[in-house]
């Protein structure tokens, strides 16, 4: 993964599981590599630099934001107009 690219590699349904087992409590912190890998979130283990050793609140507040970017950003190229 090349510096500074965040979770920008990581899958946004891989995002999402880890968001639902926040919700259901289903983590422990601070957040560990391991745990993403034993959940079979191998994907987002590769990307989670930015995530490794935050605690609840700052797992949460860091995957909420980059899910709300995605969303967004999936939101301003669907309203775009048609190229032609």
């Known amino acids: ?16 599981e880890l968001l639902r087992a926040l919700h ?9 590599r391991t745990t993403l890998l034993v959940m079979g979130l191998n994907g987002l283990a590769d990307h989670a630099d930015l995530l490794v050793g935050l605690d ?8 909420v934001a980059v899910l709300a970017e995605r969303r967004a950003a999936e939101t ?5 107009p048609p190229r032609g």
Not at 24 to 32: D, Y
Not at 76 to 80: A, P
Request: glycine content about 14%; charged content about 30%; proline content about 5%.
């Open 1 to 16: 993964m090349p510096f500074g690219s965040g979770l920008s590699g990581a899958s946004t349904e891989e995002l999402k």
């Open 24 to 32: 259901r409590g289903r983590l422990a912190f601070p957040l560990e």
């Open 56 to 63: 609840e609140r700052g797992v949460r507040s860091v995957v």
């Open 76 to 80: 301003r190229l669907e309203s775009r």
